[in-house]
């Protein structure tokens, strides 16, 4: 099986890998900078705090790209399954992968939180259009 569909999601989690990649190339020398010493018994949110706030955010957009996005992959493998992963389905699910990564640029770098949250409820509708044509795929 080989649906368009399946592009989409393959692009997602390759912005993943990179947006992992950019979180440990800021995230290590910061540390390092800072001298913060790994402790098993410090939470992870005390050492984090120590580093400047353009490095965590970074983090938090990783942290966020394996939250949402697990729906998006269900829904759009939902879709590939049925055999309805093309047409408006596609285009809806290329939406979502640039609008994360719209998302993803915003919070790495200047974290406007309006702008941030208005990319995050457009990707948002593009899950809830994709869900509801699945919804809609099985029912008829």
């Not at 540390?31 to 939470?43: H, Q, S, Y």
């Not at 983090?59 to 697990?70: C, I």
């Not at 408006?88 to 609008?99: P, Q």
Request: hydrophobic fraction near 60%; glycine fraction near 2%; proline fraction near 6%.
């Amino acid at each position: 099986m080989h649906s368009p569909i399946l592009a989409p999601i393959v692009a997602l989690v390759a912005w993943s890998l990179i947006m992992q990649i950019w979180l440990y190339a800021t995230r290590i020398p910061a540390m390092k900078a800072a001298r913060i010493r790994l402790d098993p018994t410090v939470p992870p949110g005390e050492l984090t705090s120590k580093l400047p706030p353009n490095v965590r955010w970074k983090a938090d957009n990783y942290n966020h790209l394996m939250e949402q996005p697990t729906i998006f992959y269900a829904v759009a493998l939902a879709l590939a399954l049925m055999d309805f992963g093309g047409g408006l389905n596609l285009i809806l699910a290329w939406a979502y992968v640039v609008l994360r990564i719209v998302h993803s640029l915003v919070q790495a770098t200047t974290n406007r939180i309006m702008v941030r949250f208005s990319v995050f409820m457009l990707a948002s509708l593009c899950l809830v259009a994709l869900t509801v044509h699945a919804a809609i795929r099985l029912i008829a």
